[in-house]
């Protein structure tokens, strides 16, 4: 096998000079909310890596988070499957088909055994002896079962490895399953929303390659500098919902005003996503920014919580701090859990570095 | 018992050696695919298979109305947003709710833009490489490939030899890297690719080229949608309102929104005439002489029609994008559609793995039913959960097979621009007529694997147009004072019929598409789709004739039987869809009882 490449090398071999490197470096640090401290740490990663092999299978899905990860702006879709990670199995955009990316699956498994990531995509349905969803003849839950059992890590992407989203709605007829529920002996990243934002995704994946870790996660596996406030606390809109001006119908002088979206049955206050401040497609814009409220779909069974239509009845419409006081006490119960999570964290990076050693 | 003739013509012979490709790669979802071949190499059975059910319609039930286009809208999400286009106009419909002018032309310009955005990502990034051996391109001369990309696309900026040397180096590292990524186990060596080194080296530029730009032409989604993938819509109307220069008007459609709009319907329009028809005519030049994969294409094409001038006018005259259907063969007579009539559009499960507890019954969508029945057929080899070889007398499919008045129809962009030829579109004849003397083909060469994805190219370029249209009416009508986006009469459910029926339609980017739903007491009472990939993908129906997927592959030789390059070139030129085409119907829980979808 020949030396595998560095991320810097391949790089300076594309006529990258070390002046725009280390522009990019600190690009991805801002990206990443972190201070110029971090900037040379990036670049010596990004130096001495090669790049990491990443399985990515579908189940039961819509194809939405490829589609997602496809826009990426920075960094661009085609500089992270070219020159940071190694996309080797992704029956989504690979060339083979058949046999042969059969065949591209195990090798990678074969080759990289405990090294590389493993990203899934929709979920497993467990009904019908999970014949609701064939991948080679075969259950899709039997090629997740075998991709996990030698992968350092897993990421699952989006609502429906995460969550199980749509096809899991009420009565989810296929039993169609979260990724954690049948897998359970590997560290597990939940990257929710349907999709997550493009930015997020390369934003997880660059974390990793770059400091070589997992995430900081909350206690429901979510990284923590993506997932951890809500879209109301950030939202642009949050000065007319403090006022008390909303919209009151769709298109009313104060849809065109740019008022609160509450009233229209907004799920901003009680949805833990980036929206609102990395906002969406290189951030031209994001749901509520457009005029429709926040649909909640980075959430738990955010299909289930009744119409997307129907007004939050668990905050306060007009008190302000009686508001923040909810608002407090919600955060508390985070940092309450923050103990738990931070056990959890440090489970996984002992699960991780015992990979690593075997 | 192993030779067969379809009803629609076809003779199936399953006595060759069987080859099984599963996973079929590069397509939205799960398919399977397997035919016989016989000693010469040529397909004389063809079996396509849909592997995933996710049970969305039954999820649908009980449901609020106005909600059901987010959830169709996850049926699929490469063609993102047309499901749910389609469900606002099935609500509309049943509700009798009429949307102001500017809802229609920006739910056109979101629908046109899926519509571009699809077609350069299906051909650039799923599609290309079926023709395009990037590994040849290593071996390519970057002078010649300027001198290449000068004469096809003369207008298109990046064509120096520096430019395409660079790209060159960086595909060579690459490969050098031993890590090999998406090309590894790629049929790089098979004789059926045909391209010269610049050509491979030119196409592949492109490839990168059309990654940064897609994820520009989806920002008119995001503009008037707030996101994309699956952005909002509106029963009524669309969410975003439009202030050009009042108070707040930052937090609405302004001028700066416009301008940004607009900028990407030129960004489209140049890369569409400058790039992608002339890369579809450099490539299929070169491919000229594989005329094979025209199936159905010739015999019986389907299409709904969409991108009304006006709105709520779905008269076919008003619509840009053809409606119509062709059989027989005859394209001298274009069958007028109707979505209602009970008589027309059916669906059969006699080779599916669903049952209407009856042989041979075919069910209008308004009326579908809908039990599963996961089997293998007695000739079926392996297991139920090892599948070794298929049983196609049996059931064998998790789609069904939609039909229409008891015919198998081919749709997507090669049916809509063969019932638009037909019909006399003006656009399309032109378009069509200009790309064959371009190349110096016969009209008969439309009907194959290169014409489907020629056609799809031209209608590219041509909703580009639209979109530019549909920019400049609606700048038109703001200018004469009108800013509404948004009909609210009927928003409430009290205001609404005590039992309402309604159907809405579209031509999702790969092909008719059609939501039928029932509503009572303010609830979803049945809701069915017949999807694009459920027409082109369909297993035998009752009668025997086989569906488009399967009719195309049929009398087309393979170079290397083990090597699927042929025979995923001609599926991937439908653009299967598989997560659409299969997520019909129906149990509660882990029970697989039965349950009615009606």
Redesign the interface.
Known sequence: ??A??TFY??MR???ITRRSFMKYCSLTAAALGLGPAYVPKIAHAMETKP?T?VIWV?G?????????F????HP???DV??SM????Y???????????????LQ?TIDKYKGNYILAVEGNP?L??????????????V?QLRHAAEHAKAIISWGACASYG???A????????TPVHKVITDKPIIKVPG??PI?EVMTGVITYMLTFDRMPELDRQGRPQMFYSQRIHDKCY?RPHFDAGQFVE???DEN?????CLYKMGCKGPTTYNA?STVR???G?????????GC?G?SEDGF?DQG???DRLTNIKQFGIEANADVVGGTTAAVVGGAVAVHAAVSALKRAQKKNEEA | MSVLNTPNGYTMDNSGKRVVVDPVTRIEGHMRCEVNVDENNMITNAVSTGTMWRGLEVILKGRDPRDAWAFTERICGVCTGTHALTSVRAVEDALGIQIPDNANSIRNMMQLALQIHDHIVHFYHLHALDWVNPVNALRADPKATSELQQKVGPSHPLSSPGYFRDVQNRLKKFVESGQLGLFKNGYWDNPAYLLPPEADLMATTHYLEALDLQKEIVKVHTIFGGKNPHPNWLVGGVPCPINIDGVGSVGAINMERLNLVSSIIDKCQEFNENVYIPDVIAIGGFYKNWLYGGGLSSQACLAYGDIPENPNDFSPEQLHLPRGAIINGNLNEVHDVDPRDPEQVQEFVDHSWYTYGEPGKGLHPWDGVTEPQYELGPNAKGTRTNIIELDEAAKYSWIKAPRWKGHAMEVGPLARYVVGYAKGHEDIKNQVDGLLRKMDLPLSAVFSTLGRTAARALESEYCSRLQRHFFDKMMTNIKNGDESTANVEKWDPSSWPKEAKGVGMTEAPRGALGHWVKIKDGRIENYQCVVPTTWNGSPRDTQGNIGAFEASLMNTKVERPEEPVEILRTLHSFDPCLACSTHVMSPDGEELTTVKVR
Not at chain 1, 60 to 68: A, I, K, M, Q, R
Not at chain 1, 97 to 103: K, V
């Open positions: 096998m020949p595998i490449e090398d391949v071999r594309q006529g790049r092999p579908h039961l899905e819509c194809t939405c988070c490829s589609e997602s496809i826009r990426s702006a661009l879709a085609k499957v070219l990670i190694s996309l080797d992704d029956d989504t955009l690979m060339a083979a088909a058949g046999a042969q990316a059969e065949a591209a090798d349905p009904n019908e002896d999970g014949m609701y969803c064939i991948v080679g003849g075969k259950p899709f039997d989203c749509v096809q709605a009420a009565p989810n007829p296929t039993r169609a349907c999709p493009a809109r119908t769709w298109d849809a065109r005003k740019g008022y929206c969406w497609n290189d031209v814009s994001f749901p509520i920014q457009s005029g429709h649909i779909c299909w119409s997307f239509y």
